[in-house]
């Protein structure tokens, strides 16, 4: 059994970059021996049952979550990407409040948005992960800010002990340049 769990996916019913077909994912992944693999399509959970009741009949820990975009975090104005995933019950109602939200009160052109206001009071249960070249501590041209305590103390008290800083390796321009800083801010 590996360690290692894929905690950003984008399958088949994330409508913009989505591939991945649930049940060869689930497959795949109980046949490495992962323990668990998070879903976290574009704003939505079209696909959670069918994904939930395929990765606990293959014995695999399926974790929920969402990729939101999120209006509000970044000096420049541009939207940052964040991911969110229900650590419980609770953070799984939080959640789909949230994305329910995004989209009835949020869409832009058609696309679900978070405004940055909306997650206070909606974080219980909820793990954030960064986002890499596109998240929450990038430029809108995609290059990283300087981490500091002052950057990260409201994403710390919005998410106690439930943030993390994403770092990812898939040979994108700016995510070397990404990693060496949020190495040196953490």
Request: proline letters at 5%; charged letters at 20%; aromatic letters at 8%.
């Amino acid at each position: 059994m590996t360690g290692f769990v894929h905690l950003r996916i984008h399958s088949e019913y994330s409508l913009v970059d989505g591939l991945v077909r649930l049940k060869p994912l689930v497959a795949r992944v109980a046949e490495a021996g992962m323990p668990a693999v998070a879903v976290t399509d574009h704003c939505n959970l079209f696909g959670l049952v069918k994904f939930y009741k395929a990765a606990l009949s293959a014995g695999v820990q399926p974790i929920v979550g969402a990729d939101v975009l999120l209006r509000g975090p970044r000096a420049d104005g541009s939207l940052a990407r964040l991911t969110l995933l229900a650590q419980n019950s609770e953070g799984y109602r939080y959640l789909t409040r949230l994305i329910s939200r995004a989209w009835q009160e949020g869409q832009d052109k058609g696309v679900p948005r978070l405004d940055l206001g909306w997650l206070e009071g909606c974080t219980d249960g909820l793990i954030a992960l960064s986002g890499t070249t596109d998240g929450i501590f990038a430029q809108g041209s995609g290059s990283p800010v300087t981490l500091t305590e002052e950057l990260l103390a409201p994403w710390l008290a919005l998410f106690p002990e439930r943030f993390y800083l994403e770092l990812t390796r898939t040979g994108r321009p700016g995510e070397e340049a990404w990693i060496t800083t949020a190495l040196a801010g953490a």
